[in-house]
């Protein structure tokens, strides 16, 4: 357990905080209510739960799909910072690192909505200002007239050595995909730096570490699925227990059923172990990558409970909170969109 030249008193006191916190989360059974309802009754739905307040704020400017988003990307917003405020010491920092990867969702997404031409206020209604970047920030950023002055507008953050020396390529070629692995590579390094040598600082790598066996993973099948045969380096993120030549090498395992066996040859993580074998079919990228997240999941709440005054719990709440606003999300813009009911649960994190 962390501590404080206080004492663990502040520890205890924001683990309790974040208890009450998660358990406001909602249920499984309340996403299956809602997924019956109509875009107007989940709109009042959502106004009843933790979001009135941005509803009710925002209620004179927008409506329908337009509130809902721009309700749920405030409110998560409003909550990450409150869960800094309330974080003591080390864990303060570490939790701050950690949010600067929407700082990289933002800028990219305001860079596309730019590339297609989407007007400031479309782009705004899925901002989630919860990093370094703040709204009155990214508002800036959205009134700057193409890509390349957005950029400009970056200098002397954190984001804006990569995006200087990668963003021009992109321009060209009007694709971020290298950029964006580029981005979310430096941002990993800069996490594991942060935290190597700092008190409490390995139990925030064990996470790390987690988080990006995880991402690499995803990344695998998405380029099974996609067929794509090219230097699987370019899309894996160094740090986690596997090299990233490693993942090279299972990149280049072509059967399926190999390529599982060798990548369970390889896990330790025994929930994740439960899950690849069930991945041997041909299934949608979206499901394999949503059974991926509930291991995930699932790993850090066993992080956090064998390790409860730590950045554990914390990183448990932040995350799990994120895809309840993902899935209210979800369901509004499939109801928008007049999806089924299956498809649209089959996008949900439950």
């Given at each position: 357990m962390a501590e404080m030249s206080g004492g663990p008193a502040p520890y205890i006191y924001v683990g309790t905080r974040l208890r009450v916190r998660k358990s406001k989360l909602l249920p499984k059974e309340e996403y299956m209510r809602m997924l019956n309802m109509g875009l107007p009754e989940i709109t009042r739905t959502i106004e009843e739960m933790e979001y009135k307040r941005e509803i009710d704020e925002l209620s004179a400017s927008f409506s329908g799909i337009d509130l809902v988003e721009i309700a749920l990307s405030w409110n998560l917003a409003k909550e990450f910072q409150t869960i800094i405020d309330i974080t003591p010491g080390t864990l303060k920092e570490f939790t701050q690192a950690y949010l600067r990867r929407w700082d990289i969702q933002n800028v990219l997404t305001i860079i596309r909505g730019k590339f297609q031409g989407l007007k400031p206020g479309k782009i705004k209604e899925i901002l989630v200002p919860a990093g370094e970047l703040d709204r009155v920030f990214l508002d800036r950023l959205?009134?700057?007239?193409?890509?390349?002055?957005?950029?400009?507008?970056?200098?002397?953050?954190?984001?804006?050595?990569?995006?200087?020396?990668?963003?021009?390529?992109?321009?060209?070629?009007?694709?971020?995909?290298?950029?964006?692995?580029?981005?979310?590579?430096?941002?990993?390094?800069?996490?594991?730096?942060?935290?190597n040598g700092v008190k409490g600082g390995n139990l925030f790598l064990n996470y790390i570490r987690l988080d990006i066996d995880i991402t690499n993973i995803k990344n695998l099948f998405r380029l099974r699925v996609?067929?794509?045969?090219?230097?699987?380096?370019?899309?894996?993120?160094?740090?986690?227990?596997?090299?990233?030549?490693?993942?090279?090498?299972?990149?280049?395992?072509?059967?399926?059923?190999?390529?599982?066996?060798?990548?369970?040859?390889?896990?330790?993580?025994?929930?994740?172990?439960?899950?690849?074998?069930?991945?041997?079919?041909d299934k949608p990228i979206r499901e394999i990558e949503i059974e991926l997240i509930k291991v995930q999941l699932k790993q850090m709440e066993k992080m956090a409970k064998l390790n409860p005054f730590s950045i554990h719990p914390i990183l448990v709440y932040l995350e799990k909170k994120k895809y309840e606003v993902?899935?209210?999300?979800?369901?509004?813009?499939?109801?928008?969109?007049?999806?089924?009911?299956?498809?649209?649960?089959?996008?949900?994190v439950m």
């Open positions: 959205l009134l700057e007239e193409s890509p390349d002055r957005v950029v400009e507008a970056l200098k002397g953050k954190k984001l804006y050595p990569v995006l200087a020396k990668e963003y021009p390529a992109a321009s060209v070629s009007k694709s971020l995909s290298h950029l964006e692995n580029e981005m979310y590579k430096q941002f990993y390094a800069k996490l594991i730096e942060g935290a996609d067929t794509i045969e090219e230097d699987a380096r370019e899309m894996m993120i160094p740090g986690g227990t596997f090299t990233v030549e490693e993942l090279q090498k299972l990149n280049s395992v072509t059967d399926q059923n190999e390529f599982i066996d060798a990548l369970m040859a390889r896990v330790r993580v025994k929930t994740l172990l439960a899950v690849l074998d069930t991945l041997r079919g993902f899935n209210l999300r979800a369901i509004a813009r499939g109801k928008e969109s007049k999806l089924s009911t299956d498809r649209i649960k089959g996008y949900l």
